[in-house]
């Protein structure tokens, strides 16, 4: 890493001590649950000044749109279109770089209602903290893609959208509608969609992540099975950014392997255009982890597209 991003690095972390001090802290280290009760309800996000227009809701496509205008440096929510139950899916944006970056969570709704909470707490940080934002990137943070399972459950029965669609098996990279349940999660009937990208919620992130040309991507996910590098076959500058994040945290890497078939998936579309892509697996589904996740944070910040970084061949 070279040394002015070795500054950066360690100034926005001291920086962030004192809002560390007040901020919800990462829980206990229990081992992951499958289906536990909620603790707490997600932290109440910030609403900016700024009002941005949605973006008009045309289907998907393959090829790359002209940029739309420049938004201003901080703003949000962004509403980039809506859920199946007519939830509006809201982005918020940090910075005003060149390099564009985006989290997103909550994919799987309430099941996984910890990313939409470790989401809200990004957002809470970054809103009070905004320097952490180097002048080269702009960040957008999407806390909840399927509202409307978040809205339903915070238990088995809010994974699937009010279609009863994975979004996380719905995008158009390797899509089948229904796979092998060898190893995978199969505690309540889930389908792949209709056809690639049959989803309203599928669509909208799409169209944003192509529109903003984001260059690099982290989904969130709960629980426990690590980092995986989006590509099939894997993409080099995938790899890179899942081995610069498995370096600042103990979240396995390669993840663990459950014999699980992976279709449809977030990350490998986002590899196969062009978006150096990763996800994020939680130690369980109760927790944020944020204080590890803060460290991933500002080494997804710093990360740059064909550096090499310590430890890496």
Not at 73 to 90: N, Q, W, Y
Request: aromatic share 8%; with cysteine.
């Amino acid at each position: 890493m070279a040394d002015h991003r070795k500054v950066y690095f360690s100034l926005a972390f001291l920086s962030v001590m004192s809002f560390l001090a007040t901020a919800c802290g990462e829980g206990s280290s229990s081992p992951a649950q499958e289906n536990p009760e909620p603790r707490n309800s997600p932290p109440t996000r910030p609403a900016f000044s700024t009002p941005v227009p949605a973006t008009p809701n045309v289907a998907p496509t393959t090829s790359t749109p002209t940029p739309t205008t420049a938004l201003p440096p901080v703003a949000g929510p962004i509403v980039v279109g809506t859920s199946v139950g007519g939830l509006p899916l809201e982005v918020y944006r940090f910075g005003d770089g060149p390099s564009r970056r985006m989290i997103v969570a909550g994919i799987h709704g309430g099941y996984e209602w910890n990313t939409i909470a470790l989401a809200e707490e990004l957002i809470n940080l970054i809103a009070a903290e905004p320097g952490l934002i180097p002048p080269e990137v702009t960040l957008y943070v999407l806390p909840s893609l399927n509202p409307d399972g978040e809205a339903r459950s915070h238990g088995y029965d809010g994974r699937a959208n009010d279609n009863g669609v994975d979004l996380n098996r719905n995008f158009p990279h390797g899509w089948q509608g229904n796979w092998p349940k060898t190893g995978c999660w199969s505690f309540r009937p889930i389908h792949g969609g209709a056809h690639p990208a049959s989803e309203p919620e599928t669509q909208a992130l799409i169209r944003f992540l192509l529109s903003q040309q984001i260059e690099a991507l982290i989904s969130y996910h709960s629980a426990g099975l690590g980092i995986f590098a989006g590509g099939r076959p894997l993409d080099e500058a995938s790899v890179r950014l899942a081995e610069a994040v498995a370096a600042v945290t103990d979240y396995p890497y390669p993840p663990l392997d459950g014999g699980c078939t992976y279709t449809g998936q977030l990350a490998d579309w986002a590899a196969a255009n062009g978006i150096a892509a990763i996800d994020v697996e939680l130690t369980n589904h109760y927790d944020t982890d944020f204080s590890i996740n803060l460290r991933v944070l500002l080494t997804f910040l710093s990360w740059q597209r064909g550096r090499r970084y310590a430890g890496q061949n």
